[in-house]
């Protein structure tokens, strides 16, 4: 065809060449831009086919167009926020869009964390048992999951009780550390039951710790199932008994290191950057020292380049950070890890 419209010229049949050239190289330019787009979530189109995706994977609906429209609009927020960070490079951890990406942070906040500090001035339980202990060369690293101390990744819904989880957690594994029995514990009698405490309204681990001492004991998750929502506290036959509980040194990452060599530990944390956490060790420029949620270190280690973390299970359900786990900085004081932890004294 080129010959044909150019005839015998030369310049006709490479100026033709030449716009075809341009043509095609003008389309290439533009998909590989609408897929650059696509693949970082900022095109507008691009962005609400990646909602209705996640929406499909996390079975989310919503009550109308307007709520739909709204969701959307934290959604597209949330996941450029995302890709900015994981794009950044230079991090020790991963973010990605989770469960939680239609959520605003304060929401998720709201919703999924619950632990409320201990009032300046408060009486604590005296005394710190490990205050002498050494380290041993075996205990530079620890992970409790490998000793079968520790059950499996709850999941506290939409209940702010994450001070029930903890506590019950430090008493799963303290427990199975004296007796080699490992028996998931109930914390919905935690939260029916415990005083001193909002249910899921907040609370602190201390409490729950004392209301077990209290009772004369705590029973299993089968025998008082988890509702995640405060009920009428009911009379039960107890399984598993503490006689006190400890809080660590204050802001002593030695302390609760060794704490933590011995047995499960619930602690406190700045949780307002970790909403998507996927993997890696959370650093501490990500948070503060305003602590909002409770989980359990359940060990330490260091990782292949040399940076040390705490290893923290979680009650955000499997699918949230590494199989429901975090690994944050160790050393550092990040999130305020150290601030207020305690654990329970066996039998």
Excluded at 18 to 42: C, K, N, P, Q, W
Excluded at 133 to 155: C, E, I, P, Y
Excluded at 258 to 268: D, H, I, K, L
Excluded at 301 to 326: C, F, R, V
């Amino acid at each position: 065809m080129a010959s044909y419209i150019g005839g015998n010229n030369p310049r006709i049949t490479l100026a033709l060449m030449l716009l075809a050239v341009i043509t095609m190289m003008d389309h290439i330019f533009i998909e590989a831009e609408a897929r650059d787009m696509s693949a970082g979530g900022y095109s507008e189109e691009a962005m609400k086919a990646r909602h209705h995706k996640w929406m499909a994977e996390h079975g989310r609906t919503y009550n109308d167009e307007a709520e739909k429209a709204d969701r959307f609009q934290v959604f597209k927020e949330n996941a450029a926020f995302v890709d900015r960070s994981n794009a950044a490079g230079g991090k020790k951890y991963r973010l990605a869009v989770n469960k939680f990406a239609d959520m605003t942070n304060d929401e998720f906040l709201a919703i999924y964390t619950g632990f409320k500090p201990v009032p300046t001035g408060t009486k604590k339980m005296p005394g710190f048992k490990y205050d002498n202990f050494t380290l041993s060369g075996d205990q530079q690293a620890v992970d409790w999951r490998k000793k079968g101390a520790v059950t499996g990744v709850k999941n506290q819904g939409t209940c702010g009780c994450c001070w029930a989880f903890s506590a019950v957690a430090a008493v799963e594994g303290i427990h199975q550390i004296t007796t080699g029995n490992l028996i998931s514990l109930s914390e919905q009698q935690v939260l029916d039951c415990s005083n001193g405490n909002n249910g899921c309204n907040g609370g602190l681990m201390d409490n729950a710790f004392q209301y077990i001492i209290n009772n004369g004991g705590l029973t299993t998750d089968d025998a008082y199932t988890y509702t995640a929502e405060q009920g009428m506290c009911q009379s039960v036959q107890p399984t598993v008994m503490i006689s006190g509980y400890q809080d660590v040194p204050s802001n002593d990452e030695d302390a609760l290191a060794t704490a933590v060599a011995n047995q499960p530990v619930s602690v406190a944390v700045d949780a307002h950057n970790f909403q998507f956490y996927s993997g890696g060790i959370m650093t501490g420029e990500s948070c503060g020292n305003n602590l909002n949620h409770a989980v359990t270190a359940v060990g330490y280690g260091t990782a292949e380049d040399g940076s040390q973390y705490w290893l923290l299970k979680n009650q955000w359900g499997q699918n949230w950070g590494e199989g429901g786990y975090m690994r944050l900085e160790k050393g550092t004081g990040a999130c305020g890890v150290a601030k207020q932890a305690s654990y329970p004294v066996a039998n």
